[in-house]
């Protein structure tokens, strides 16, 4: 067999997301296509891109309520999307409409983060290009900030972080950094919303295996194996599982682990019944996608 052959078979594939070819092509099978942002008001929601880091491309697409005023600063969301940590996007025709939905719906001021993806840029990459973008973003808690948007209309007494899938994992893990440094002074953490989350639990992972070689008891993928989870920095939970998605039983033990650390917050748990994994972006006009939507809404909206 040439080397030409040789490097077009496969070494790694996790349909339908991606493969690896032995070349170390990775080809992305979903995921890849793109929306632009719009400064004509969609649902009454306008957003724009901004680069966060020339450096390693992080960046972010950001959302604002038409409605909103200086006089009257509005919640924070750090949004973070899913796929598996290798595909997908902030720009993607998924995740766009839907944080326009939720921004419309919430009336909130949302920071949706671009990071690497894997596997050319393993875990925990994700996790450190994310905390990246809250850290810029935290910087315009003084009002001082170079993005007006988030100096004139963001409220960093109430911010929270919030993803899907992987997302999901990586918002977990950025409210046990904030609830271990010191410099966020200016800012609080009022909590987390954890849709279809993708943890591990005691065993292998397939995935997680090939983007993260170590063990399994690593408390990013695993919360039961972080010694510290009691000081997970924000005061409630809120977690949406789905009942016929691959990971509810992983959104069940996640929930059932927070309560028994030590913790002092408030968690809650909402089954869609019948539903599968993030069944929300693909079917957003079905009755219990409205509900999800409602839901985290309010999550954000009541004290």
């Not at 991606?18 to 719009?38: D, H, M, N, Q, Y």
């Not at 904030?178 to 292998?204: C, M, R």
């Not at 033990?253 to 869609?272: H, I, P, R």
Request: aromatic share 10%.
């Amino acid at each position: 067999m040439d080397s030409s052959s040789s490097k077009s078979e496969i070494e790694f594939e996790c349909f339908p997301m991606f493969r690896v070819l032995k070349g170390g092509v990775v080809e992305r099978i979903a995921g890849t296509e793109t929306v632009p942002p719009s400064d004509v008001p969609q649902n009454g929601v306008v957003s724009k891109d901004v680069v966060i880091s020339p450096e390693t491309g992080v960046s972010a697409r950001l959302y604002l309520p038409t409605a909103a005023s200086p006089d009257r600063n509005l919640p924070l969301l750090l949004y973070i999307h899913g796929g598996g940590f290798c595909i997908e996007s902030p720009f993607s025709p998924l995740y766009h409409p839907h944080l326009v939905s939720l921004v419309s719906k919430a009336n909130v001021v949302a920071v949706s983060v671009h990071y690497r993806l894997c596997p050319e840029d393993p875990i925990p990459i994700p996790h450190d290009d994310t905390w990246q973008a809250f850290m810029w973003a935290a910087a315009h808690s003084s009002g001082q900030g170079p993005e007006p948007w988030l100096n004139h209309h963001a409220d960093f007494g109430r911010v929270f972080f919030a993803g899907d899938s992987a997302g999901a994992n990586i918002a977990h893990n950025m409210a046990m950094r904030a609830g271990s440094t010191a410099q966020l002074s200016d800012v609080t953490i009022s909590g987390i919303v954890l849709v279809h989350p993708y943890f591990g639990k005691n065993e292998p992972d397939r995935l997680w295996d090939y983007i993260c070689p170590s063990e399994v008891h690593n408390p990013l993928f695993n919360p039961a194996a972080d010694t510290n989870l009691s000081n997970l920095g924000c005061g409630k939970v809120l977690i949406f599982v789905g009942g016929k998605d691959f990971l509810k039983n992983r959104g069940l033990w996640y929930y059932e682990t927070l309560k028994k650390s030590g913790w002092g917050g408030a968690v809650e748990m909402v089954e869609s019944e019948g539903e599968a994994h993030v069944f929300h972006l693909f079917n957003p006009d079905c009755e219990k996608a409205g509900d999800l939507l409602q839901k985290f809404a309010s999550f954000m909206n009541l004290d």
